[in-house]
């Protein structure tokens, strides 16, 4: 059978591992692992959680609609380490090919992703990762100046992969498909309600971007660096990305598409009033999501270690209050009392 993994990918358009798993013969299982490696860390919390559940719910039902098994399809649910997942499923019904997009994660993203090449290798089978993010497998500093930027707009510029018109799913009984686990059955240390916290899913990714597209973008350039103005006035696309609601090829295209519109509206005489000069700015900020991205991926020590390594040394006490002020978000002055001043 065909698996196609679902990390930091959960949609249907421009979904290429899907793409190419829905053209071979061999049905398919599309699989998403509530990992504890990922569930126990500091940087996990159950606000994702949420956020995470909500898309994959959005993308089950989505998927139903285009089974070749009368809406028994869908996503595939397991909770454990991935190795063991993946070798119960193995045995259940032999894996020939693994899709998934490649993914520029953290410490615990890259162990667990070693530990799947080895699993991989070590059982003959073949592992696609795809690209979704313009980070190069190239160092930037071994490009030549101006080339990462070139095959960033290359990539984003490029077509889209479609919805699949049909897909053919393992059947239930031979492999069952679990359901959607909440935080406090998956075990996720940090417990907690953000009633503020933007919902997840499709849907709502290009709803979100169209809204910004269309009617809350245009102070963008002079509004982004407050978090009053901000709250409206940025995209409110960030979380959609890092989740994969939505792709950042569509989210180019689309923003490219409202520009050329508008340039078109400018030159009939029309008053565009800041649209160009916002949307200009995001366009950037997309390509520097990209570009901080790659830093990571060539250089991963600086999750833990400074980028410039003179730093070391600049601060050697540590004083707990003061960082759990911090992280309380408790310094500074409250930020409607700083808009007046």
């Known amino acids: ?5 679902l990390k930091r990918d959960v949609r249907l358009l421009d ?5 190419l798993a829905a053209s071979r013969a ?28 909500e898309g994959l719910a959005d993308l089950n039902e989505q998927l139903r609609t285009i089974s070749a098994c009368d809406g028994e399809g869908g996503i595939t649910f397991r909770t454990g380490g991935i190795i063991d997942v993946l070798r119960e499923l193995h045995e259940q019904s032999p894996i020939t090919t693994i899709y998934s997009h490649r993914e520029v994660g953290n ?25 979704q993010d313009g980070v190069s497998d190239v160092r930037h500093e071994e490009l030549d100046e101006g080339s990462w930027a070139k095959k960033w707009t290359a990539a984003m510029s490029g077509p889209q992969h479609q919805i699949p018109a ?6 239930s009984s031979t492999i069952q498909r679990g359901g959607l686990m909440d935080a406090q059955a998956c075990g996720v240390s ?46 409110r696309l960030s979380t959609y990305l890092a989740w994969g609601h939505v792709s950042l090829r569509h989210v180019f295209q689309a923003l490219s598409e409202r520009q050329e519109a508008l340039r078109r ?30 830093k990571l991926h060539d250089q991963p020590s600086v999750e833990f270690e400074n980028m ?22 408790r310094t500074g002055y409250p930020m409607r009392a700083a808009s007046t001043l």
Not at 1 to 5: D, K, R, S
Not at 107 to 131: D, F, K, P, T, Y
Request: with cysteine.
């Open 190 to 235: 940090h417990l907690g309600v953000r009633p503020g916290a933007q919902r997840g899913g499709e849907a709502r990714a290009l709803a979100t971007l169209e809204s910004f597209l269309q009617r809350r973008g245009e102070r963008y350039s002079d509004e982004l660096s407050s978090p009053l103005t901000g709250w409206d006035s940025c995209s």
């Open 166 to 171: 049909q897909l053919h799913f393992v059947g």
């Open 1 to 5: 059978m065909i698996l196609v993994w």
């Open 308 to 329: 410039v390594r003179t730093y070391d040394a600049l601060r050697t006490e540590f004083d707990r209050a003061k960082f759990d002020a911090w992280v309380e978000g």
């Open 15 to 19: 979904h290429e591992p899907l793409s």
């Open 26 to 53: 061999e049905p398919l299982v599309i699989l998403y692992v509530y990992e504890p490696c990922h569930l126990t860390s500091d940087t996990y919390h159950e606000a994702q959680h949420r956020f995470i559940n």
């Open 265 to 294: 509206s400018k030159k009939e005489g029309a008053e565009t009033g800041g649209w160009l000069k916002s949307l200009a700015a995001h366009g950037s900020r997309l390509r520097w999501r990209s570009h901080f991205s790659q």
């Open 107 to 131: 410490h615990v993203s890259r162990m667990r992703n070693e530990q799947v090449a080895a699993w991989v290798e070590a059982h003959g089978l073949e592992w696609i990762q795809c690209q």
